[in-house]
């Protein structure tokens, strides 16, 4: 069964930063491609990044400056640095396999929420 289990998100002053996880099982992790997508309220989801097997990263143009991805391929875990977070980055996260430009396309976790407010 696959599994993506996601993590890490919270209340985040603006300016602040967070580090999301998503620890993966039931597939050959090692071998995939991963991504984050986010769905802010009241709209569709968004791709967010991507990551390859060989580490090669992959930024929506928008997000390039403030978010990166990484993976641990031992751990089988996909990790999403985002720093300087900002109001409008308040979403609920998810990871995903695979990547498309519609990620709903996308197996994914159930996403955790990021909230971002003084």
């Known amino acids: 069964e696959v599994r993506l289990v996601e993590s890490g998100g919270g209340l985040v002053q603006p300016g602040g930063s967070l580090r999301l996880s998503c620890a993966a099982s039931g597939f050959t992790f090692s071998t995939s491609v991963m991504s984050w997508a986010r769905q802010a309220p009241g709209k569709g989801l968004e791709w967010v990044c991507g990551?390859?097997?060989?580490?090669?990263?992959f930024y929506k143009q928008s997000m390039k400056d403030r978010f990166i991805i990484s993976r641990d391929s031992a751990k089988n875990t996909v990790y999403l640095q985002i720093n300087s977070l900002k109001p409008e980055d308040a979403a609920i996260y998810y990871c995903a396999i695979g990547i498309n430009v519609d990620p709903s396309r996308l197996p994914r976790g159930q996403g955790t929420q990021v909230t971002v407010s003084s």
């Open positions: 990551i390859n097997s060989l580490g090669n990263t």
